[in-house]
């Protein structure tokens, strides 16, 4: 590997990590820096992403890999071995300094660590591990930490990552394991799922010891999360919904996020050229919310996809839902269950949570219910309210029509 400065390490390394989705740090207690000497310029920019807390608060990581030199031969990925990338590794001392300089100038909350497996994954573990230990214990760095852990490492280095991570994420890849036998043979499902289920372990026992003790020491507080790459097989959506759901119920993930893929350059025979549409991980992330929010169960959300097992692009799925069971509408605002409510397509949680508030005092009318959305357009073929009964709109067979959003021409010269 040629001899790099800091500067060119951090460019190579901050564009090979920029694949991995599964950094967003939502979910973590805020580390309180009182009572330590906790320490928040480089260009701005690189290695730098941001990622959105559930409260909508932004913040910004620092997202690098160890290095981008890896043993294994995904086919998928731009690191792997048979790639022809130009090759950087940091050392563990470097990362933590990066780490500190960026957070002492306010440029980072956090850092998100991951890396190619080097010579071993114990041995790659052993340095991921390093970084985070010297971070927290020798600098007393109480900012927020991402670990990738490798499923098949040593368990009590991964128990370590635990240790000093906020949260700790293990990829599963590809929604099915007949994708990941044939773009990632090296890699095992079951092995991968087995530290999953480990890891989930570990979070749980932590978190009974911090009930009884106070003292207990924390253990990935934020929880576990996973990535899945859309797009790189033939998984159909109803697939990755169901591979979703099934993480989320034995895993207890914190998130599972979704990667449409992107084709890499010398890209491995086996792999389709073509990119999947962005708005298909933009609808598979919809239809996750329906799942974690909306109290929708897998096999519905499953439901609102084609004879093919894929979600329609024009509709968000809880349109595509409700326009095949147009038999569980018009909701009545007034008298219906939450859940119903939360069903309507156009009723997001808050105007639910507002409506049921309002309907305490008084029977609610459409213009009432129009001021808590966004279009009652789209919400009015499926309410029935004080003043309006829609007899004969879910009847219609152009409904779809009438609530689909409306394409948009481009502008060829807009700003
Ligand atoms: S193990 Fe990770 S870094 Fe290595 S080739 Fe596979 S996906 Fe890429």
Known sequence: MPQLDLQAKLAILADAAKYDAS??????????????????????????????APDGRCISLLKILL??????????????KSSNVRRARFTTEEVVRLTLAFYKRNYIEGLF??????????????????????????????????LKTIPDADPELVRQAGLYADRVSINVELPTETGLAKLAPEKDAAQIAGAMRDMKASI???????????????????????QMIVGADAASDREIVGKASTLYDRFGLRRVYYSAFSPIPDASAVLSLKRPPLMREH?????????????FAPHEVQSATDE?????????????WALKFRDSFPVD???APKEMLLRVPGLGTKAVDRIIASRRWRRLRLGDVARLTVSIAKVRPFIATADWQPTLLTDRTDLRTLVAPRRQQLELFAA
């Open 23 to 52: 950094c967003a740090s939502s979910g973590s207690v805020k580390r309180d820096s009182k009572g330590g000497q906790g320490v928040g310029s480089t260009d701005r920019g690189m290695g730098i992403c941001h990622a959105y």
């Open 204 to 226: 749980a026992e932590a978190g009974d010891a911090a009930k009884r003790f106070k003292s207990a020491p924390k253990f990935a507080p934020a929880g576990q999360s996973t």
């Open 67 to 80: 290095t981008n030199s890896c043993i294994l031969d995904c086919a998928y990925c731009i690191n792997r």
């Open 283 to 295: 609808r598979i992330y919809q239809a996750d919310w329906l799942m974690r929010f909306y109290g």
């Open 333 to 335: 605002v007034n008298r």
């Open 113 to 146: 660590l991951s890396s190619g497996i080097i010579r071993s994954s114990s041995y790659t573990m052993e340095q991921i591990v390093e970084v985070a230990r010297s971070l927290r214990e020798d600098h007393d760095f109480r900012g927020y930490i991402h």
């Open 308 to 320: 093919h097992g894929m979600l329609p692009l024009d509709i968000d799925p809880k349109l595509a």
